[in-house]
């Protein structure tokens, strides 16, 4: 196993292209290259150690997580802008965002004046400063998402929505069924049932989810299992499947599970390694069914039946896909039923 890791680590070494380095992410990420590079060719590690002044287990780390991943995982991993108390609220971003598509000629001293007719008292640099921060801060680039919604509405395609790719890697679908999310959630070791687990499928254009309780391993074939189920439930409801997105499992990253997808003409979006933020849709309704629905259940006098969980796990989506309001920043109180029926 160990001369496996070293000859990966070769490979990788042989064809990595050097980088300019301009941003402190990049120097960290040359550094790194540069320890791996240096125990490569002396074949001394600790003397490898003590030249760049880290400790050995920092430098297999770094070889382990190179030669599993590639060396774009020693990249540093951004870390979340903190919440700060004189932030915009959440209600005007929205009402500035679209207007800013509504009407992507304004200027931010145009768009502050708007943004006060309306009640909302805010000045044209923070304005800017937002529409900066959402790849908007420029008229060109405001136009650009214009046309690219409009391509996706109406089918109407221009050349400025051919030139930009206006959401990032953020989760965006036009229509249901364009964008489903997946991933697999360890509930835990219940008494009297065993090691259960779920796997879960929320739809990016209405938040309408789906979840299947395992007991015991998940594996390639209890996944390909799961995507024809909701490939059939979404069939059933006029919506096909076109793209899938799940992290690096196992039971995801499977020839098997590709192959289904493949089958069902599917697209399959993979996520960066140790990225869940870029599931963040089926992460966040994770989340969300552990706090109202397995904890309390865990706290209950409820039966440990295999029968009593699946029945309370189908009492709860009813609940979370018709009644419950989902009041994040995209739903904005709206239920995952309400989205469905306005595109039936």
């Given at each position: 196993?160990?001369?496996?890791?070293?000859w990966?680590?070769?490979?990788?070494l042989?064809?990595?292209?050097?980088?300019t380095t301009?941003?402190?992410?990049q120097?960290v990420?040359?550094q790194?290259v540069?320890?791996?590079?240096?125990a490569?060719q002396?074949?001394?590690?600790?003397?490898?150690?003590?030249?760049?002044?880290i400790?050995?287990?920092?430098?297999?780390?770094?070889?382990?997580?190179?030669?599993?991943?590639?060396?774009?995982?020693l990249?540093?991993?951004?870390?979340?802008?903190p919440?700060?108390?004189?932030?915009?609220?959440?209600?005007?971003?929205?009402v500035?965002?679209?207007?800013?598509?509504?009407?992507?000629?304004?200027?931010?001293?145009?768009?502050?004046?708007?943004?006060?007719d309306?009640?909302?008292?805010?000045?044209?640099?923070?304005?800017?400063?937002?529409?900066?921060?959402?790849?908007?801060?420029?008229?060109?680039?405001?136009?650009?998402?214009?046309?690219a919604?409009?391509?996706?509405?109406?089918?109407?395609?221009?050349?400025?929505?051919?030139?930009?790719e206006?959401?990032?890697?953020?989760?965006?679908?036009?229509?249901?069924g364009?964008?489903?999310?997946?991933?697999?959630?360890?509930?835990?070791?219940l008494?009297?049932?065993?090691?259960?687990?779920?796997?879960?499928?929320?739809?990016?254009?209405?938040?309408?989810a789906?979840v299947?309780?395992?007991?015991?391993v998940?594996?390639?074939?209890v996944?390909v299992?799961?995507?024809?189920?909701?490939w059939?439930?979404?069939?059933?409801?006029?919506?096909?499947i076109?793209?899938?997105?799940?992290?690096?499992?196992?039971e995801?990253?499977?020839i098997?599970?590709?192959?289904?997808?493949?089958?069902?003409?599917?697209e399959?979006?993979?996520?960066?390694?140790?990225s869940?933020?870029h599931?963040a849709?089926?992460?966040r309704?994770?989340?969300?069914?552990?706090?109202?629905?397995?904890?309390?259940?865990?706290?209950?006098?409820?039966?440990?039946?295999?029968?009593?969980?699946n029945?309370?796990?189908?009492?709860?989506?009813t609940?979370?896909?018709?009644?419950?309001?989902?009041?994040g920043?995209?739903?904005?109180?709206?239920?995952?039923?309400?989205?469905?029926?306005?595109?039936?």
């Amino acid at each position: 196993m160990r001369w496996a890791r070293w000859w990966i680590l070769w490979f990788l070494l042989q064809t990595h292209e050097g980088t300019t380095t301009v941003t402190s992410d990049q120097i960290v990420y040359q550094q790194r290259v540069r320890v791996l590079d240096h125990a490569r060719q002396t074949g001394n590690v600790a003397a490898t150690c003590r030249t760049f002044g880290i400790s050995r287990k920092t430098f297999y780390k770094w070889r382990n997580t190179a030669a599993r991943y590639g060396l774009a995982a020693l990249r540093p991993k951004t870390k979340r802008p903190p919440a700060m108390p004189n932030a915009t609220p959440t209600h005007v971003l929205e009402v500035l965002l679209t207007l800013a598509i509504t009407t992507p000629t304004l200027g931010c001293r145009q768009c502050a004046d708007r943004l006060a007719d309306q009640g909302f008292q805010i000045s044209k640099s923070t304005v800017q400063n937002l529409l900066v921060a959402h790849r908007l801060g420029r008229r060109h680039q405001r136009l650009a998402r214009a046309a690219a919604i409009a391509a996706l509405t109406t089918g109407l395609v221009t050349e400025v929505a051919v030139e930009d790719e206006p959401f990032g890697f953020c989760h965006w679908a036009g229509k249901p069924g364009a964008l489903v999310a997946v991933d697999s959630f360890y509930i835990g070791n219940l008494k009297g049932v065993g090691k259960v687990y779920q796997l879960t499928a929320v739809d990016t254009y209405t938040r309408w989810a789906m979840v299947w309780l395992v007991h015991g391993v998940v594996n390639k074939d209890v996944s390909v299992a799961f995507f024809e189920r909701i490939w059939t439930t979404w069939n059933k409801m006029g919506f096909p499947i076109k793209a899938i997105v799940a992290d690096n499992g196992p039971e995801y990253k499977a020839i098997a599970f590709a192959d289904a997808l493949a089958a069902k003409n599917v697209e399959r979006i993979k996520i960066p390694a140790r990225s869940p933020n870029h599931n963040a849709v089926v992460e966040r309704f994770q989340g969300t069914m552990l706090q109202e629905c397995w904890r309390p259940r865990s706290t209950g006098s409820a039966s440990p039946a295999s029968a009593s969980c699946n029945a309370e796990a189908d009492a709860w989506l009813t609940t979370y896909n018709h009644r419950r309001r989902n009041h994040g920043d995209y739903m904005a109180g709206r239920r995952p039923i309400d989205l469905l029926e306005l595109t039936s």
